[in-house]
């Protein structure tokens, strides 16, 4: 996502031995990018188009390891030293201008019509700023696959790597080189090694098996507990520099043995064929790698699983593949660099860093959060807005500040030579100042604002630990009949036990703090019934429900709640949306409830692979367990299937329509007045 090569025009097998350190422009590269750029992109817009496009920003790593390393061969051997400051002057001005007008434009656009996320993307402001995005997203949780929040800046973690890589390398050459440049060799062997080494860590401390998607005491697994904080170990590996390095290292590597200008006196010099031939096979491998692996998905029994193949040599594997590629589109007596050094492919790839940039920003304003897939028309709006603000950036933007037109122009330099030309510029002064003002409003607002919830199930379980909404008062219930049971299979609701409830006569007192200290409905869940809790509990139904919970939890409630209320009402239980639920652990639950009159057993609606077999298990409970009913949320919630939330697949209760038909049916099923 970042270098290109400076122009060089076509060397012959003739070229002198000056020309040897230089390094030429190499289009090929530019529709590596390419190809790299649009995987990652489709990816990010729908896991399910293309399940390894991330791995785009593997061949990034690579290639930007083999063209900086290249860069600092080749100015050591022209001058005998790297000039640190005027690398590090060429990063920053290739680098921080668009990413900076990308965060700019961002900050007003939340300002002026997002506020509420303001708050809680201060840290992710701070930290593009300083390239730490990486860190930073480790330290907070907000791994690359964290759902729901709208986080606009996620990918500059990447960004984040390569300029830490940029900071670093360079010291690190100045050492290599001072061993002496016939060392390059032997050296190249040791980077291969560690990359080789890193790929081989990562792989052991990969976390398999199912992940649960918040840690606990009994939920360890894919976890490590640093400074008193849950660290999601895959998405550390996933994230981290150290853990990345491989890419960079392999591209560093290869620098140091494969050099353009180089390769035409060496024995290589006719081998362009045979190049290609090889870049075909790392084609054919970078598109089997992209097409099979995957970062995570749903876990066999809860949670998310991470795709073994993928941390156990899929990351090494992409290297080497890019390695392939780059061997035939840097020598110029094979094919494969004309071919994708295409005009299409090199318009993309010289505005691929653009790309990378606006595309992920632009999508999360379209839908609203991370997670949400988006269709094909969404994609193509996203596409309609990128490429003309990324094009307007590198011409106007990018390309001026990095061939230092810029600083020329600001200095006087470069004076108007008539009045039309005069008028322009103050024009262009005047649009510059309104723009820093419009920015300079915008940081302070973002600095300023308040840290809101961001997300539907945060936003719920901020709202169930306050203040608890008003409802009508509960009186007597009504006897029940199967009505008032909802199932989608027939079966059940003629098991015994299922059509009636013994009505109870002991009338509930009207307000909320007079239930709490006598008896009570009372009622267990997980996070869709934490949206509901604020509800529920104003409606007399004392709600203990949480998020990323389970059975071992729920019994725990279950429990505690015996020993503070006496219920002799009726209880609500819903359990089995993040995991596999046992018969026993529903059996554990109902044998503290054989004194309860009524138990209205909930079913469990998500696209995850365990929820068929415990809504089985749910659906047969009556025909042990008189006093149970079922309640089929899963078949109910098509009714609000458009007010369910989106990005999870309509797990959750996105809105107060979907809330007040979530109590409307629990007071159905408990038989209350409606």
């Given at each position: ?88 002057m060429r990063r920053a001005r290739r680098l921080l201008p668009a990413v900076l007008t990308m965060m700019s434009a961002l900050a007003v656009y939340m300002a002026l019509f997002k506020r509420q996320p303001q708050g809680r993307t201060r840290g992710d ?550």
């Amino acid at each position: 996502m970042s270098t290109r090569t400076a122009a060089g025009g076509n060397s012959s097998f003739s070229a002198p031995k000056r020309q040897l350190n230089r390094v030429p422009y190499l289009p090929g590269l530019d529709g590596m990018r390419a190809l790299a750029v649009v995987a990652v992109m489709i990816y990010h817009a729908n896991h399910t188009w293309l399940g390894g496009g991330f791995l785009g920003v593997e061949v990034f790593f690579v290639i930007s390891g083999y063209l900086i390393t290249l860069l600092l061969i080749g100015e050591h051997e022209r001058t005998g030293r790297v000039a640190l400051s005027k690398f590090w002057m060429r990063r920053a001005r290739r680098l921080l201008p668009a990413v900076l007008t990308m965060m700019s434009a961002l900050a007003v656009y939340m300002a002026l019509f997002k506020r509420q996320p303001q708050g809680r993307t201060r840290g992710d402001f701070l930290a593009g700023v300083f390239y730490s995005s990486n860190w930073y997203q480790i330290f907070v949780g907000q791994g690359y696959t964290a759902n729901e929040a709208f986080v606009p800046m996620r990918h500059l973690w990447s960004l984040a790597v390569e300029e830490q890589f940029y900071l670093i390398w360079p010291l690190v050459m100045i050492g290599i080189l001072r061993l002496g440049r016939q060392r390059l060799p032997r050296v190249a062997l040791w980077l291969f090694g560690i990359s080789a080494w890193i790929a081989f860590m990562v792989g052991l401390l990969f976390a398999g098996g199912d992940v649960a998607t918040t840690c606990a005491p009994d939920a360890m697994n894919g976890y490590w507990m640093l400074f008193g904080r849950c660290v999601s170990i895959n998405e550390s590996l996933y994230l981290g520099t150290f853990t990345r390095a491989g890419g960079l290292l392999l591209g560093a590597a290869f620098a140091m043995v494969w050099r353009p200008m180089a390769l035409l006196r060496g024995a290589v010099r006719d081998k362009g064929r045979q190049l290609d031939v090889l870049a075909l096979l790392g084609l054919a491998a970078l598109g089997l790698l992209v097409w099979k692996l995957t970062l995570s998905g749903d876990g066999h029994q809860t949670g998310i699983r991470f795709d073994p193949w993928l941390f156990r040599g899929g990351f090494f594997l992409t290297g080497i593949a890019t390695l392939m590629v780059i061997a035939a589109v840097t020598h110029q007596r094979a094919a494969m660099g004309r071919v994708l050094g295409n005009p299409v492919f090199n318009w993309v790839g010289t505005r691929s860093y653009g790309m990378y940039l606006y595309h992920w920003p632009i999508y999360q304003i379209i839908r609203g959060q991370a997670g949400v897939p988006m269709n094909l028309t969404q994609w193509l709006w996203a596409m309609a807005f990128t490429l003309p603000i990324t094009e307007a950036s590198y011409h106007f933007i990018e390309t001026p500040i990095r061939q230092g037109r810029l600083g020329e122009w600001m200095r006087g330099d470069r004076r108007p030579r008539t009045a039309a030309a005069y008028k322009r510029r103050q024009r262009i002064a005047g649009f510059g100042i309104a723009s820093a003002a419009l920015v300079g409003f915008a940081g302070v607002s973002i600095a300023m604002a308040n840290n809101q919830c961001v997300g539907q199930i945060e936003c719920d379980s901020q709202a169930a630990r306050g203040p608890v909404l008003t409802a009508p008062p509960v009186t007597d219930p009504a006897p029940i009949d199967s009505s008032a049971v909802i199932s989608s299979d027939p079966a059940v609701t003629a098991a015994p036990g299922q059509t009636t409830v013994p009505p109870t006569s002991t009338t509930i007192p009207a307000t909320t703090t007079t239930i709490l200290q006598n008896q009570a409905y009372v009622a267990f869940g997980e996070s869709v019934m934490l949206g509901a809790k604020p509800l529920l509990d104003g409606r007399g139904i004392i709600t203990f429900a949480e998020i990323s919970k389970g059975p071992t939890w729920e019994l725990e409630q279950l429990q505690l709640a015996k020993t503070k209320y006496h219920i002799t009402h009726g209880v609500v239980i819903q359990l089995g949306t993040n995991g596999t639920v046992t018969q026993q652990q529903y059996e554990d639950m109902l044998a503290q409830l054989t004194d309860v009159p009524l138990v209205v057993m909930m079913t469990v609606k998500a696209p995850k692979p365990w929820i068929d077999a415990n809504n089985a298990l749910i659906r047969a409970l009556p025909a042990t367990h008189p006093n149970v009913v079922v309640l089929d949320w899963e078949a109910r919630a098509a009714e609000v299937s458009g007010h369910l939330s989106s990005s999870d697949g309509g797990i959750h209760l996105s809105d107060d329509t979907a809330k007040q038909f979530y109590l409307l049916i629990i007071e159905q099923a408990l038989g209350l007045p409606t």
